[in-house]
């Protein structure tokens, strides 16, 4: 015959195991979405690490872009502010200026960071040509936004950061604050 208390203990113990895998395996949903604060400081340094930036305009002038200088405005926005060079073998020496532009965030989940999008060129100023040249340079300059802006994140975010107590998550959406970004993340959905 079988002892009763152990038959109880033995039901009980395999409760709890099937309690605790629930349990871990919900864990995602019961720690549900969270927000993460970035602030402007964070922001900065990240970008400082992605410049200087080179690029070739109309085939004609070497842009370099350096010294970035983020700001975020309401409305989910940012402008950035960058020193600018201009270099053409018909120049005897590189021009030098500065481009601001703007443009609304987005949040990238498959590449887990911030991004810039519908960029425009707030300001294109370069010391030693033309207005006529100036303007031309700004046009060409705001086709080729979305393109150089595309690849410059923001702020990525680091698999660490993801991470919180045990469960991975994802960033799904952006808001500008008066010091900063707030991130909202969601729990990664199994695949």
Do not use: W
């Amino acid at each position: 015959m079988t002892d009763p208390h152990a038959r109880r203990r033995r039901i009980l113990l395999a409760t709890l195991a099937v309690s605790g895998a629930a349990l871990l395996a919900s864990c995602a949903s019961l720690l549900g979405p969270r927000e993460v604060d970035l602030p402007l400081s964070k922001l900065q340094s990240s970008l400082d690490r992605r410049f200087p930036v080179d690029n070739r305009m109309l085939e004609l002038f070497d842009v370099r872009l350096t010294r970035p200088q983020l700001a975020v405005h309401e409305g989910d926005r940012v402008s950035l502010t960058v020193d600018a060079t201009v270099a053409q073998s018909f120049l005897r020496r590189p021009l030098a200026g500065s481009l601001a532009f703007s443009g609304r965030l987005y949040v990238d989940p498959a590449r887990s960071g911030v991004f810039m999008a519908e960029p425009r060129i707030e300001r294109f100023a370069i010391g030693g040509l033309e207005e006529s040249v100036q303007r031309q340079l700004a046009r060409a300059a705001n086709g080729l936004m979305d393109q150089l802006v595309l690849d410059i994140p923001v702020y990525t975010f680091r698999m660490d950061e993801l991470r919180y107590a045990g469960v991975q998550y994802v960033p799904t959406r952006i808001a500008t604050t008066p010091s900063g970004l707030r991130v909202s993340l969601e729990p990664a959905q199994p695949r």
